[in-house]
């Protein structure tokens, strides 16, 4: 099993900064990809950003130029800094990462219980 743990999030004013972490531990060969989603209240989740091994990204469109994702591959850790919030970025974030259990095997994805990132006045 793989447990995806997430930290960082909390209350932030417009403007501010977040930086969110998430650890990756159990039975882990390689991650391909890691990324983060959030879900606002009454709407369906949402890709916000993701990286591979090699450290390509990709970023939604609403977030590109304020949030930056990376990754330590030695610490199966996953990192989101999000400067310049905005209240629609309110939600609760949540770590996805496609895990191989051993060299060749097939990805299998898993998600964290997710953190709550409310950008308010």
């Known amino acids: 099993q793989v447990q995806l743990v997430e930290s960082g999030g909390g209350l932030v004013q417009p403007g501010g900064s977040l930086r969110l972490s998430c650890a990756a531990s159990g039975s882990i060969f390689s991650i391909d990809v890691m990324g983060w989603y959030r879900q606002a209240p009454g709407k369906q989740r949402e890709l916000v950003a993701a990286?591979?091994?090699?450290?390509?990204?990709n970023y939604a469109d609403s977030v590109k130029g304020r949030f930056t994702i990376s990754r330590d591959n030695a610490k199966n850790t996953v990192y989101l800094q999000m400067n310049s919030l905005k209240p629609e970025d309110t939600a609760v974030y949540y770590c996805h990462a496609k895990v191989r259990y051993y060299s060749g095997s097939y990805p299998v994805g898993y998600w964290g219980q997710g953190t709550q990132v409310t950008v308010s006045s």
């Open positions: 990286i591979t091994s090699g450290g390509s990204t």
